[in-house]
């Protein structure tokens, strides 16, 4: 009689045990590895979604090609994983593929670059820059900076170098970058050109722009990688990055950071890919059968520079050196 209650409760404790480990899992389709900022927000998020108790991490990574990203979107469908991570390469093309994940019922969370098709289709939680303000905060942070050098009524020549054409991240920095060149009528575009979020896309755009432009004073790169890219391209043609052409660029990785401090570029521009912090909890409450609006939420960002001090309104820059030791990407 003893034998068959401890077999039964071997047997109880086993399925408790398997319950228990039973993994949540959770599917990230991840656009590529373009740049330190993907490769941070990769990596940040696959540690905090592996490393959590009971989870189970499914990750796929597009290679920057759409197609990739769709196709690995019905597979998670197929696996019929619990939850959906997802950003997009491109804005558009994902209303068809995005239906079949709302009518599989798997709970999609949006993350970093918002598809168009957003407002038709069903997401519980959204995360990403605000890169209209991002964008403004570059051009802003070039008018004020020449401001207090006594340059703010001198005509200088400004060319944009913007990410990959289509991302949500290009066109709202694109916005925000015009809408602010209006504030300052004396900075002059002359160049606007992808580099395709990366660096060696970034060093030959400059490379071509200082063989095709007489006098450019000012680059504003939608990120760091292209920024990068371009130093390499100003140096070899003989110039001074950060003195000869002011260099802005956007995201605050880590080399942008050792690129200030060393002098060859001169303010870079917050866009957080630390997005664990804002997922797991997330998907905490919503195992807990909690619900979120469709609000993008929007991470606190700064600005950071050689000196600190420049006003932008909704933000003051930070001396890049002050706060180098304490980055985390
Ligand atoms: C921004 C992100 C952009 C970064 C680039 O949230 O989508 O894509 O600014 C990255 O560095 O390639």
Redesign the pocket.
């Known amino acids: 009689m003893k034998k068959i209650f401890f077999v039964a409760l071997a047997l109880v404790m086993l399925v408790c045990v398997s319950s228990a480990s039973a993994d949540v899992v959770i599917a990230f389709s991840q656009i590529g590895q373009?740049?330190d900022?993907?490769t941070a927000n990769t990596d940040d998020l696959r540690h905090a979604i592996e490393n959590h108790p009971g989870w189970k991490l499914v990750y796929d990574d597009g290679q920057q090609k759409q197609e990739n990203q769709i196709k690995a979107l019905r597979n998670f469908i197929t696996q019929d994983v619990d939850y959906i991570l997802f950003t997009g390469v491109v804005s558009t093309g994902w209303d068809e593929v995005l239906k079949e994940v709302n009518e599989a019922e798997i709970p999609l969370l949006l993350i970093?670059?918002i598809p168009d098709c957003a407002d038709k289709i069903d997401y519980v939680a959204a995360f990403?820059?605000d890169f209209v303000e991002e964008g403004r905060r570059q051009v802003a942070w070039a008018g004020e900076y020449l401001k207090s050098i006594g340059k703010g009524d001198t005509d200088v020549n400004i060319v944009i170098m913007e990410?990959t054409t289509g991302?949500s991240?290009q066109t709202g920095r694109t916005e925000g970058n015009l809408k602010a060149l209006k504030e300052y009528p004396h900075l002059k575009l002359v160049g606007q050109q992808s580099g395709n979020?990366t660096r060696a896309e970034g060093q030959a755009v400059m490379e071509s722009w200082l063989k095709s432009i007489d006098k450019i004073d000012v680059l504003i790169a939608?990120?760091d990688?292209m920024a990068l890219g371009a130093i390499d391209a100003i140096k070899a043609a003989g110039k001074v990055p950060g003195k000869d052409i002011i260099i802005v660029g956007?995201?605050s990785v880590k080399a942008a950071f050792d690129s200030i401090v060393a002098g060859e570029m001169n303010c870079t521009v917050e866009?957080t890919p630390l997005y664990g912090k804002f997922v797991v909890p997330t998907i905490e409450a919503l195992i807990r059968g909690e619900k979120f609006d469709k609000t993008v939420v929007h991470p606190e960002e700064g600005v950071f520079d050689m000196n600190g001090g420049i006003d932008l309104g909704t933000v003051k820059s930070i001396k890049a050196a002050d706060v180098i030791a304490t980055r985390q990407y």
């Open positions: 373009e740049s900022w993907r970093d670059r990403g820059g990410g991302a991240a979020f939608q990120n990688d956007c995201d866009c």
